[in-house]
């Protein structure tokens, strides 16, 4: 769900099954045959240029979505991670148990194109934070553009390291993606909130 190479990892993984009907006539990855810094420089070179689209196009959309998003990871990036973490196990479960019926499935195809776009705007959010915390004062974004090259370049440098890279871009992508988990769930309870408000008579003043 949240980074994007785990939203992708379905479409890449039919590729290679359906690759496998025809006789393999070379490497079963365009980076196989390459040396291990070229395959580095390509994993620095694609993580650098997604996160810094992804994040600006999201940013450009809905600057106060993504400032909000921004100070919120800042101020409580544990609290904002676990909220993530929580919502794609129960996103994971859910998927597995509605993908055993028909009916499931029809509710999960299309579920997965709205967790693709959550999942980018939290990447963004992630993205942005990250180098709002290392070029900002205070809680927020600072200079968003910065904020963004920042963030994208430290992400792509510390992303291309075996391992780590791995853990790191999954904490500051789940971290985004536990804001908008939480702005989604504050946006639902304000409307229920004023759903009753409304509903409720109006006082006689007596």
């Not at 609290?79 to 973490?85: A, E, N, P, Q």
Request: cysteine-free; overall charge negative.
């Amino acid at each position: 769900m949240v980074p994007l190479s785990m939203l992708t990892e379905p479409l890449v993984a039919a590729t290679a099954v359906l690759g496998q009907t025809q006789p393999p006539t070379g490497p079963t990855s365009p980076t196989a045959g390459l040396e291990w810094h070229v395959r580095l420089a390509i994993n620095f070179v694609v993580t650098f240029v997604v996160s810094l689209i992804v994040a600006g196009i999201v940013y450009g959309i809905s600057p106060g979505f993504t400032e909000d998003g921004v100070r919120e990871v800042r101020d409580d990036p544990v609290g904002t991670f676990v909220t993530g973490l929580i919502a794609n196990v129960v996103i994971i479960i859910a998927m597995v148990l509605l993908a055993i019926t028909v009916i499931g499935l029809l509710v999960v195809i299309p579920s997965i194109f709205v967790l693709f776009f959550l999942g980018v705007a939290g990447n963004a959010v992630g993205v942005i934070a990250l180098g709002a915390a290392l070029t900002a004062t205070g809680s927020g974004v600072g200079d968003a553009s910065k904020s963004i090259l920042v963030g994208a370049l430290t992400l792509s440098v510390v992303g291309a390291i075996p391992v780590v890279g791995g853990i790191f871009t999954f904490l500051v992508h789940t971290a985004g993606f536990g804001y908008v988990v939480d702005y989604l769930l504050e946006r639902r309870r304000e409307r229920k909130n004023g759903g009753t408000t409304s509903s409720e008579p109006p006082s006689t003043g007596v």
